[in-house]
């Protein structure tokens, strides 16, 4: 089942509507354009290769989000990207790396996305 199309963002406060422009075999490319800024959401899943001693095939999914703020003739341009990964193998149970990841994403937290910014770890 894909993603919704146009995809809603909220960004700055702001909602966004990016509209699909791509689509593939387990990926897809959403876009917003305005007259200052560009934003992007890329959704890309993959299957490696089978492992040649156990025989178990690892899956990697990953979301991004990249948002490129046109510069001016006082301003400059700005890009910015956010994204998250997530793997596991092939039969792995769904709802325990999906716990994983709903826990990882309550830890982007505006206080923590400051320290990582001040490279606290």
């Given amino acids: 089942m894909a993603f919704t199309d146009p995809l809603a963002v909220t960004l700055q406060g702001a909602a966004l509507s990016l509209v699909r422009i791509d689509q593939a075999r387990g990926a897809a490319e959403y876009s917003f354009t305005s007259n200052t800024q560009k934003v992007t959401a890329v959704i ?9 001693v156990t025989g178990r095939v690892r899956e990697r999914h990953n979301i991004s989000l990249r948002q490129e703020v046109f510069g001016t003739s006082t301003t400059p341009a700005w ?19 999906d716990d994983l990841a709903i826990a990882l994403a309550g830890m982007l937290t505006a206080p923590n996305m400051l320290k990582l910014a001040n490279f606290e770890s």
Avoid: I, L, P, V
């Avoid at 890009?79 to 790396?97: I, K, L, M, P, V």
């Fill in 44 to 52: 890309r899943s993959t299957t490696g290769k089978a492992d040649k």
């Fill in 79 to 97: 890009n910015r990207t956010a994204s998250f990964t997530t793997e596991h193998y092939t039969g792995d149970d769904y709802t325990a790396w």
